[in-house]
């Protein structure tokens, strides 16, 4: 695996400082900074379900992770914080990282108005039902494979 790209939504305040903090690291391999709803994300990825709704890596070998498992290939991704992807994908933290991804992936609305510094967020997953109330289920990251 060479390059990945990281698809995140681009109207979320929280997903844009993610990735400006990431665009900011050296990394193990290339990575492409996608915004989900720009026409190239549309064109190359709109099949992917999560699309715009949660954070999506795709390796160029196309492979995909979604929600926590993207955060943990993001890390892997990263000279400084390979090591704890391996630690934050194991048996015993990997309930925590999860828990804490979904938590500030439930909380974006909140989060993204304290970083606008009170502006109105522009958050889409926070305003769009299109799976009803609730999100859909987001796979354990003990159930994705580790990226390499």
Same mark, same amino acid.
């Given at each position: 695996m060479?390059?990945?790209?990281?698809?995140?939504?681009?109207?979320?305040?929280?997903?844009?400082?993610?990735?400006?903090?990431?665009?900011?690291?050296?990394?193990?391999?290339?990575?492409?900074?996608?915004?989900?709803?720009?026409?190239?994300?549309?064109?190359?990825?709109?099949?992917?379900?999560?699309?715009?709704?949660?954070?999506?890596?795709?390796?160029?070998?196309?492979?995909?992770?979604?929600? #926590?498992? &993207?955060?943990?290939?993001?890390?892997?991704? $990263?000279? !400084?914080?390979?090591? =704890? %992807?391996?630690r +934050? @994908?194991?048996?015993?933290?990997? #309930?925590? &990282?999860?828990?804490?991804f979904?938590?500030? $992936?439930? !909380?974006?609305?909140? =989060? %993204?108005?304290? +970083? @606008?510094?009170?502006?109105?967020?522009?958050?889409?997953?926070?305003?769009?039902?299109?799976?009803?109330?609730?999100?859909?289920?987001?796979?354990?990251?003990?159930?994705?494979?580790?990226?390499?």
């Amino acid at each position: 695996m060479e390059r990945l790209t990281v698809l995140y939504d681009e109207h979320c305040a929280i997903c844009r400082r993610c990735r400006d903090w990431l665009a900011g690291q050296r990394t193990h391999v290339e990575l492409e900074l996608l915004a989900a709803g720009s026409p190239a994300a549309k064109q190359r990825y709109g099949s992917v379900p999560w699309l715009g709704q949660e954070l999506v890596v795709v390796n160029d070998l196309g492979s995909v992770w979604m929600g #926590p498992a &993207a955060f943990i290939t993001c890390l892997w991704a $990263t000279v !400084r914080y390979r090591e =704890w %992807s391996y630690r +934050l @994908s194991g048996p015993t933290l990997a #309930p925590m &990282a999860e828990g804490f991804f979904r938590a500030i $992936t439930k !909380r974006r609305l909140r =989060w %993204s108005v304290y +970083l @606008s510094e009170g502006a109105e967020p522009e958050c889409t997953w926070c305003e769009r039902p299109s799976f009803g109330s609730e999100p859909p289920p987001l796979p354990s990251i003990d159930h994705v494979s580790q990226p390499g």
